[in-house]
Structure formats: C-alpha cells, structure tokens
C-alpha cells in the first residue's frame, strides 16, 4: 500500500517570503501522479499543482513549484512571494497510474503573517 | 453552480442515533468518493464508487454504508453513530478516466457525535 507522509505540521512564514513544504511518498509502483491541494479556511478543498511521476520537468503554477525528486520519492512544494491568502492547510497525495483513488498525506498547516 | 454539493454542512448526533450523507454532483462524472479528514491523519477514504451501480470498501469502511442513488448521487449512512465517527466528510467526483486530474470536491459536512 502507498503511503504518503508529511513531516511538518505547522510552518509560519512572513509574507512576501518563500516556504517550501515537504512530502515524502513510498511506493513500488512507476507510473504515477502527485498533487498537492489547499484546504483555506473556508474547508474548501483546492488543486494547487500536480506532477506526472513520467515527467522529469517539475510542473509550475504561477507562484507554486514543485521539486519532483523520484529517485528519493520526494515532492514538495515551494510558494513563492508568498501572500495572505495562501494561509491554509496543504495536503499531499499520490494516486497510482490506472487507479482512481487518492492517498492523502497528514497535512501541513501554513500560517503567513503580514 | 456545477460542483459537488453537500448536505448538511453541520449536524450533530447522539451515540446511536443515524443518519445519511446526501452527496450530488452535476458534472456528469462517473466515479465519487467518500473521505474523512481528521487532524494529524489527513483525509482517508471510507468508500468510492467507481461507476453508477458499484460501490467499493476504503481505508476506514467499518461504521458506514453507502449507496449509489444514481449517476449524480452518492450517499454515505451512520447506521449506529459513534464518538469515534465525529470528523469531516467530504465528498468527491471525478470524470471517468480522469481521476488522475484530480477530484472535485465538496464543501464537507461537520459531523460531532456526543
């Protein structure tokens, strides 16, 4: 079974400043996807990014990266001029190629201060 | 909206009492999902249905019942509630083929059983 592990309940950071949230993911599989999602306040559960295990380019959004290290069954997360509304929690997840379901890690919740 | 609606967003229950989750979605997607998100364990999956007329066991199945109404609604039933069962629930969909996009979710249903 995969499993997907967070290793950083809370962060806080000033805004305008960069964080970079970490996620460590085992598996046997080699084909699969990685997500992260954002829970604001409001309980809404949002994508942020995703990667393709197959793709070697980390995949951008705007001001969200993700360093996609395979070999060490790494994916975090790196926000940058981080802004007050990105205060949230942030989950990470993996799902295996051909499956339809989503493995979640515990969470990471993300204070930015003004 | 298109979306996933929820209902009802807050309740609470007696030990023992029961009641149902409704979950719909007008996306026309095939496949949705129930989860539990509690703190420190992130969110985990008690039951998806991959298709109109099949229904599968999650992680944290024991407690729960869940029927697939039809394409749009999916409903997840505390038969006998109990303390431990006091969490959030989101429900998600995702089109077929897709899941690997990412789900849309809904806006969850607090839950406290007393």
């Known amino acids: 079974a995969q499993t997907v592990t967070q290793s950083q309940p809370e962060m806080s950071v000033q805004e305008a400043e960069t964080v970079t949230l970490s996620c460590t993911y085992d598996t046997s599989e080699s084909n699969y996807y990685l997500f992260w999602y954002k829970q604001p306040p409001s309980r809404q559960m949002i994508l942020v990014i995703r990667?393709?295990?197959?793709?070697?380019q980390n995949a951008t959004e705007n001001r969200f990266s993700v360093n996609f290290q395979k070999a060490a069954k790494s994916f975090s997360l790196k926000i940058s001029d981080s802004q007050l509304g990105d205060t949230a929690m942030y989950f990470c997840?993996?799902?295996?190629?051909?499956?339809?379901?989503?493995?979640f890690g515990q969470g990471t919740r993300l204070t930015i201060n003004p | 909206n298109a979306g996933v609606t929820q209902t009802p967003k807050f309740q609470v229950l007696k030990t023992g009492q029961s009641m149902t989750l409704q979950c719909a979605q007008d996306?026309?997607?095939?496949?949705m999902y129930w989860y539990r998100q509690d703190p420190g364990m992130g969110l985990r999956l008690i039951y998806y249905s991959a298709s109109e007329g099949t229904t599968d066991k999650g992680e944290v199945p024991n407690g729960y019942n869940v029927s697939r109404l039809n394409k749009r609604e999916f409903s997840l039933r505390l038969e006998s509630a109990a303390p431990s069962q006091t969490s959030v629930y989101f429900c998600a969909s995702s089109p077929i083929g897709a899941a690997n996009y990412g789900y849309t979710f809904g806006s969850g249903t607090r839950l406290t059983v007393v």
């Open positions: 997840a993996f799902m295996k190629q051909g499956a339809q379901k989503l493995v």
């Open positions: 996306m026309n997607h095939n496949s």
């Open positions: 990667q393709e295990a197959y793709k070697q």
